[in-house]
């Protein structure tokens, strides 16, 4: 007779590693060492026991399903784009790729070879180790920040030196306002829009063309349109002044080029302001006076600099603390992230070894990708680890037109057959962060988690790390960087994080706060600029073609017929992860472009027609949603869904770029609406 099997039960803390705000605590809970549930552990300050909903999905969906995930290494048999591939051994794939690229290296050169990366998993080594490989390589970086927020890096650089040392969170108790401006937290920190937002004491004003749910939770909501907020921060500068509320002294003492800005700010009023943006006067005058009696904290969204005049946007609104003085006193701050490096001492630069470079540095920005991918004199090989660019670039029917070239020697390292590895010649199996030990932390809290290992890798499927060490060896290189284990990377990041702190010690507690009392940042009004101090006016602008100063002005206003198309993040996928998960394909429903009911009835349309939205780039067909959450003359729509073998929204989008950083004006992209044949 024998006896029944004892099951044994236990549980893994582990941290999330998506490009998130919130940065949550996990608990895994293991049958006999395998995953049984991913859930939100309680004892985690930001999310208490409770995760998205994307990620409570999909982390006990399609990530879990042997049926979804990648389980070997494939290599294509069919044509590009058609997801034909049989499975072959590692050593085959590598031995390939490598000769393949050696191959490159020794003929057109190393530098044709193109990687892009970006936001598949943020977890600190799986994130930037393997950018080793591609120094020693000398292959041709894609700066991963121009498809997101280089242009706001770049004009708060400008104004305050940096752009990843914000407010510390915590310091929201000592706030009596909270500025939200162009982001929307309800979809992308959901867990801040649920707790963070809702306890802090002050009063919340939100600045978005699109009245979300946290808009909606906001005392006061100012609706601009797109591309209109430099003016409308002009228009509130004039009301601060008009209205005493400027701080003479801190800006006398930190600050340079107010005397040249204020004259600029004499006409614009508040009446002019809302000629420009849309925003009544009257609220413009009552989010100043909010915000000017301070202290108060001002949170700059990523999606507020993804315009054509984006990084121009971002040094006007980033001002209104330099003119009020809140900056560098409990409950005052500007926020825009909080890098790892700046605000918990990591240096993740060691990370990725630039020191290992062959040749001269080489990158291209994410809006000349599908013309680069294009030519064979620029790009003979492509990889593509971290990133799904056939769903989050621009220019979408171009790139799968170059990803489709026969010549493109193409590697995907992914979980998933995504729609950029249906046109790879190799797909390398990517494990998830449930299957590796690495250290993960939100952009905005100031603290740091662990990402502890909760079951082997599914099938042969291997962390980016090690995928990266193996790739190195068969390349034949030998620098001992290129074989650093994961452990004395972890160690070393954490020791200058958390001094002390083990990794297991770490991970019995899943997330640490660094430094025990909130962080006040810039308290000795030194700021890394090169005067010293915050450059209202700045030479450097200048010097690079624009102006000392910011300017007031807002885009022109879409010709007649035309919208303004904003696709911004949708609360159920993260980028275009979990797009193939089914609990989130019920979820998203189908497909929508939501307009204003007169833009709806101007053209005829009533809500669940079926439209086609398009413009010279591209045609998409939609189901229209009829709503006034978004002003007229705007059309909003998700970003990021799966193709599966059509295209979604990024086939309307031309790759242009914004003023500053070689960044994306995706929300400046401008559509016509019609009734589908
Ligand atoms: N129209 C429009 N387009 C946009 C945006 C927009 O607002 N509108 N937003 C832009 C922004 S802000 C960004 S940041 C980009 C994001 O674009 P991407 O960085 O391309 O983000 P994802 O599409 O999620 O692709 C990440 C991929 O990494 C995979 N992955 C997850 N974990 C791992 C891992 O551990 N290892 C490996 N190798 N892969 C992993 C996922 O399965 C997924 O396929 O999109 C941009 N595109
Ligand atoms: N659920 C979910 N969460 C995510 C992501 C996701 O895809 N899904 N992506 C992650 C990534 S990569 C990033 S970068 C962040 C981005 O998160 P956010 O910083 O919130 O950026 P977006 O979602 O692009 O846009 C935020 C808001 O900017 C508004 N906006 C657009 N144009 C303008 C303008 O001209 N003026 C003003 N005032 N507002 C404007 C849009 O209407 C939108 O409501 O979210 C991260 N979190
Ligand atoms: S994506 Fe963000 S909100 Fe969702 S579980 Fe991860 S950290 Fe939390
Ligand atoms: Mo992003």
Same mark, same amino acid.
């Given at each position: ?5 004892m099951?044994?039960?236990d549980?893994?803390?582990?941290t999330c ?7 949550c +605590?996990?608990v895994v ?10 859930l939100?552990d309680? &004892? ?6 409770g ?12 990530w ?7 389980q070997?290494? $494939?290599?294509?048999?069919g ?8 499975p072959v %051994?590692?050593?085959?794939?590598l ?8 191959a490159?290296a ?10 892009a990366?970006y936001?598949?998993?943020? %977890?600190?080594?799986?994130?930037n180790?393997?950018n080793?490989f591609f120094?020693r390589l000398g292959a041709?970086e894609?700066?991963?920040d121009? /498809? ?6 770049v004009a708060?650089?400008y104004?305050?030196?940096t752009?990843?040392?914000?407010f510390d969170?915590r310091?929201?108790? !000592? ?6 401006w162009?982001?929307?937290p309800?979809?992308? =920190? ?14 919340k004003?939100?600045? !978005?063309?699109?009245?979300h749910?946290?808009?909606?939770a906001?005392d ?6 797109p591309? %209109? ?6 228009? *509130? ?6 209205e005493g509320l400027v701080?003479? /002294?801190?800006? &006398?003492?930190?600050?340079?080029g107010?005397?040249e800005l204020?004259?600029?700010l ?9 000629a420009?943006?849309g925003v009544?006067?009257a609220d ?7 915000y ?8 700059i969204g990523? +999606? ?6 984006g990084g121009n946007?971002?040094?006007?609104v980033s001002?209104?603390?330099? /003119?009020t ?11 825009y992230l909080?890098?790892?490096?700046a605000?918990?001492g990591?240096?993740l ?6 020191h290992?470079?062959?040749g ?5 920005g ?5 013309q680069h991918?294009a030519?064979?004199? @620029?790009a003979q090989a492509f990889f593509?680890w971290n ?10 029917a171009?790139?799968? @037109? ?10 995907v ?10 046109y790879?010649?190799?797909?390398l ?7 590796f030990?690495?250290l ?6 100031i603290?740091?988690g662990?990402?502890?290992k909760?079951a082997?890798p *599914?099938?042969?499927s291997l962390?980016?790390a ?6 190195a060896r ?15 990377m972890i !160690?070393?990041?954490?020791?200058? =994080? $958390?001094p002390?702190? #083990?990794?297991e010690?770490l991970a019995?507690?899943?997330t640490?706060?660094?430094? =025990?009392e909130?962080?006040i940042?810039?308290? &000795?009004?030194q700021?890394?600029?090169p #005067? ?10 200048e010097?690079? +073609?624009?102006g000392?100063?910011?300017s007031?002005?807002? !885009?022109?206003?879409?010709a007649?017929?035309?919208?303004r ?8 996928l993260?980028?275009s ?10 979820? $998203? +429903? ?6 204003h009911p007169?833009?709806?009835? =101007? ?6 027609d ?7 780039t591209?045609r998409l067909?939609l ?8 002003p007229?003359?705007?059309? $909003? #729509? ?10 979604n929204?990024n ?5 242009l ?10 929300h400046g992209?401008?559509?016509?609406v019609a009734?589908?044949?």
């Open positions: 007779m024998s006896t029944p099997a099951t044994i039960k549980t893994v803390r582990t590693p998506r490009d998130c705000y919130d940065g +605590g996990i809970l293991r049958r006999d060492g395998r995953i049984a549930r991913v939100g309680p &004892d985690h300050p930001v999310s208490r026991g995760l998205c909903g994307k990620c409570a999905i999909a982390y006990n969906g399609a879990l399903d042997p049926e979804r995930r990648l070997r290494p $494939l290599r294509r048999t044509a590009k784009g058609a997801g034909a591939f049989e %051994s590692w050593e085959a794939a031995a390939a790729i490598a000769g393949r690229l050696t490159i020794d003929g057109p050169g190393a530098e044709t070879v193109v990687h990366h936001t598949g998993t943020c %977890s600190v080594v799986a994130t180790f393997p080793r120094h041709t894609v700066e991963p121009t /498809v997101c927020n280089n242009a706001g890096y708060l650089e104004v305050y030196g752009a990843v040392k914000g969170p310091t929201a108790k !000592d706030a009596r306002a909270i500025l939200v162009g982001c929307n309800s979809a992308s =920190a959901p867990h801040a829009h649920r707790y963070w937002l809702p306890e802090a004491p002050g009063k004003i939100v600045v !978005d063309p699109v009245r749910d946290t808009a909606r906001a006061l909501h100012l609706q601009p349109f591309g %209109s907020d430099a003016a409308l921060a002009f228009a *509130m500068m004039h009301v601060l002044r008009r701080d003479a /002294v801190y800006l &006398d003492r930190h600050a340079q107010w005397d204020a004259p600029v004499d006409p614009c009023t508040p009446e002019w302001g809302e420009q943006t009544p006067a413009i005058v009552e989010a100043a006076r909010i000017g009696a301070g202290p108060s904290l001002l949170w990523q +999606g507020l600099q993804r315009q054509p005049q946007i971002v040094r006007a001002l209104l603390p330099a /003119v003085g809140n900056i560098g006193r409990p409950g005052a701050g500007v926020y909080n890098g790892k490096g605000t918990r990591m240096e630069g060691r990370l990725s070894a630039a290992l470079r062959r001269p540095a080489r990158s291209i994410h809006m000349g990708l599908a991918l030519d064979p004199a @620029r593509c990133m799904n660019v056939a769903a989050s670039a621009p220019n979408q171009a790139l799968l @037109r170059a990803l489709a070239r026969e010549d493109l020697f193409t590697v390292v992914d979980p998933f057959l995504t729609d950029t590895a249906r790879a010649d190799y797909v199996p990517a494990a998830t962060f449930l299957e030990d690495d993960a932390g939100s952009y905005f809290h603290s740091l662990a990402q502890a909760a082997e *599914m099938g042969e962390p980016n090690e995928i990266f060490r193996r790739l068969a390349m034949g290189y030998e620098e001992p960087e290129l074989q650093e284990s994961d452990r004395s !160690d070393q990041q954490l020791a200058l =994080a $958390l002390g702190t #083990s990794f010690a019995a507690a899943g640490l706060p660094v430094g =025990a909130p962080a940042y810039f308290a &000795d009004g700021f890394p600029t #005067s010293g101090r915050i450059e209202i006016a700045s030479a450097a602008a010097a690079a +073609g624009h000392r100063l910011p007031p002005a807002a !885009d022109p206003r879409p007649a017929g035309r919208l198309l904003l696709t911004p993040a949708s609360r159920w993260m980028n992860s979990y797009g193939n998960d089914a609990g989130i394909a019920g979820k $998203l +429903g189908a497909a929508r472009v939501i307009l007169d833009d709806a009835a =101007a053209r005829g349309l009533a809500a669940g079926r439209v086609v939205v398009h413009n010279p591209g067909a189901e229209l949603g009829v709503a006034d959450i978004v007229r003359g705007v059309a $909003l #729509s998700d970003k990021s869904r799966w193709l599966d073998g059509g295209a929204v086939i309307l989008n031309p790759g770029e914004s003023d500053m950083g070689r960044s994306t004006a995706l992209v401008e559509v016509e009734k589908a044949a």
